[in-house]
DNA sequence: CGCGAGACGATACACCGTATCGCGGGCCGT
DNA sequence: ACGGCCCGCGATACGGTGTATCGTCTCGCG
């Protein structure tokens, strides 16, 4: 508390930290390095605070990656649903649901160990169900289609993001990954048991990122044909 | 190495350690307490071993967690793929995968972090295809029919898992957690906002364990039509 | 102007994964 | 049969983690 007041002021200038700061800071964080990188004491250097100042913005490391994720959830929300038929109202929510988890893949390895209840989460249920709100469902069959929908779409997201994930982490390049599995691939099904996954190749055991569409729409199809 | 045989025999005799007793010890220790209690220390004091001593069977504790999730693919073999027609066939395999799956919830919380391309894991996609035999269909659509289940599956395990999860992260009884939640969703559905889903009530984001085979009829009724 | 309460954050603790390296036992050469 | 080397095991140590605790400092009020 000494020196001319600009000086001070200037120094003390870190314009007050707000949750919503915090939140998609450590989003980002996680984002260029991996959500292991998301620690209490690394997001409050970032942030120029101190590591237990964080504290008060939520109870538990743990409450911050809830939050994180419904950030995510938050991005997730369409602007304008379009307004043709109900399938492709509802493709574009998926279709944005994609292409965001995609550019956040560390939400798909905590999404199995909370509920993701969030108010991003509900806003977004919201928009699932206006998207197919032209097919005039009881909200109670409205619920069980937009459910295996759901079910599908995050089992996609989660399997295509797999092989990149693996490849993180053992830091390989793209071609380096494709060499070492095919090559443990080839000796695996070298020995003669497992004709089918032999048959089938890489593809029967890396889902990788086509086939979206092509389930999704004998799912639509299956639930059409059930009326 | 003093004193008679037996008494020295008796006490050196805790049985050479096997990455088979390593991994599965492992496997019951985040079954009981969850993937978080499972750490090199304390694997190792329940094995009655030096810690890394167990750096003999896996090269970091990541690989670890792969022996585990392929340890647990192993348990989703079954023993004979019923001889009826394929879509029984298919799901004896499935329903052995959900059962299984819930017993070892932990796992879909690092299945969208690493590929599962292990032995088991391989097994375990043969068993899918033989399941499906009875189709005839080539293997490249074989392999997108059984992307698209295997997809809806994991969807599913994962979404069925959520509410157990995040139910036990904060030590609820199901009453506790059911009465938090629902007080929750009465408050976020409260302001008018969101009609759909407080028509659909709190199966709108929690999915439940009930449904799976609803959908999973949609999606091979409407693959069964696309032919 | 003095004091009490409250928030803030420095410190400390228990635990984590694992690199390093000293020691001891087993094996080979003579 | 014995000496010496070498290699592998595992104790120790390091740099991290989440967070409980509690002293200090600030601000608002009487």
Chains 1, 2 share one sequence.
Do not use: C
């Not at 798909?108 to 806003?123: C, D, K």
């Not at 048991?193 to 729409?217: I, N, T, Y």
């Amino acid at each position: 508390m000494t020196g001319p007041i600009w000086t001070r002021q200037a120094a003390s200038k870190p314009e007050r930290l707000t949750l919503e700061t915090v939140v998609s800071r450590a989003v980002e964080l996680a984002d260029r390095e991996g959500l292991d990188a998301v620690s209490v004491r690394r997001l409050a250097a970032e942030l120029s605070a101190r590591p237990m100042s964080l504290y008060s913005f939520f109870g538990r490391k743990d409450d911050l990656v809830d939050l994180m994720v419904d950030h995510v959830l938050g991005e997730m929300l369409v602007d304008r649903i379009p307004g043709d038929d109900w399938r492709s109202a509802l493709k574009a929510v998926l279709y944005r649901q994609i292409e965001v988890g995609r550019r956040h893949r560390w939400v798909m390895s905590v999404f199995g160990t909370r509920a993701p209840i969030g108010p991003n989460a509900a806003r977004h249920a919201e928009q699932s169900f206006e998207a197919i709100a032209g097919l005039g469902l009881p909200p109670e069959r409205a619920t069980r289609l937009l459910r295996a929908v759901d079910t599908y779409l995050w089992g996609y997201v989660t399997r295509a993001g797999q092989e990149a994930a693996a490849r993180r982490r053992d830091q390989l390049s793209e071609q380096e990954w494709r060499e070492s599995t095919d090559a443990y691939l080839a000796d695996l099904t070298g020995k003669g048991d497992l004709p089918h996954v032999a048959a089938a190749g890489r593809s029967a055991l890396l889902p990788g990122d086509d086939g979206f569409d092509e389930g999704l729409d004998w799912l639509l199809d299956g639930f059409e044909r059930s009326r």
